[in-house]
């Protein structure tokens, strides 16, 4: 048995959702930990295994996944990015040198679970769902940092 939240794919196919070829090279582009990719990088990677893959269908599934609940969106930057990652209350880490987005889940802040407790603010109770914090800063790993920032400008 393994631990943590079962994956998307597992967690569609509990619903009964149709998994065709293009939907599975969606989820499959939304694989691994800490994904956090725009609609074109999904594009991107769902048409290195399926060529004939739209665009129309990569925001279509995106966009019902997002309903589902299934994924979620975060904005960074100006740019939407999505998340598989929404059984897991977390917060993310940004690198501003090279872009790298890590989750941080809301107990390793030391900020409580925030979800499901009340808060009591100025006397109003509130029941929060959700919350967004990104926190800002740099790779400790410098050079690791450079070579992720090298491999995503554009060759001459």
Same mark, same amino acid.
Request: proline letters at 6%; charged letters at 25%.
């Given at each position: 048995?393994?631990?943590?939240?079962?994956?998307?794919?597992?967690?569609?196919?509990?619903? =009964?959702?149709?998994?065709?070829?293009?939907?599975?090279?969606?989820?499959?582009?939304?694989?691994?930990?800490?994904?956090?990719?725009?609609?074109?990088?999904?594009?991107?990677? /769902?048409?290195?295994?399926?060529?004939?893959?739209?665009? /129309?269908?990569?925001? !279509? *599934?995106? !966009?019902?996944?997002?309903?589902?609940?299934?994924?979620?969106?975060?904005?960074?930057? =100006?740019?939407?990015?999505?998340?598989? !990652?929404?059984?897991?209350?977390?917060?993310?880490?940004?690198?501003?040198?090279?872009?790298?987005?890590?989750?941080?889940?809301?107990?390793?802040?030391?900020?409580?679970?925030?979800?499901?407790?009340?808060? *009591?603010?100025?006397?109003?109770?509130?029941?929060?769902?959700?919350?967004?914090?990104?926190?800002?800063?740099?790779?400790?790993?410098?050079?690791?940092?450079? #070579?992720? #920032?090298?491999?995503?400008?554009?060759?001459?």
């Amino acid at each position: 048995m393994s631990d943590g939240p079962p994956p998307l794919l597992s967690r569609l196919r509990e619903r =009964g959702w149709r998994l065709t070829a293009q939907r599975r090279a969606v989820v499959g582009a939304l694989r691994g930990a800490d994904v956090h990719l725009t609609a074109d990088e999904v594009h991107r990677a /769902a048409a290195s295994v399926l060529p004939d893959v739209s665009r /129309a269908t990569i925001y !279509n *599934t995106l !966009n019902e996944l997002v309903s589902m609940g299934e994924v979620g969106e975060v904005v960074l930057g =100006g740019r939407t990015r999505f998340d598989p !990652n929404v059984t897991t209350p977390h917060h993310h880490l940004v690198c501003d040198r090279c872009g790298l987005i890590r989750d941080v889940p809301v107990a390793d802040l030391g900020l409580g679970s925030g979800f499901g407790e009340a808060v *009591t603010v100025d006397g109003a109770v509130f029941l929060p769902s959700r919350a967004e914090l990104v926190i800002h800063g740099e790779c400790a790993d410098r050079r690791a940092c450079d #070579r992720r #920032r090298e491999s995503q400008t554009p060759s001459a």
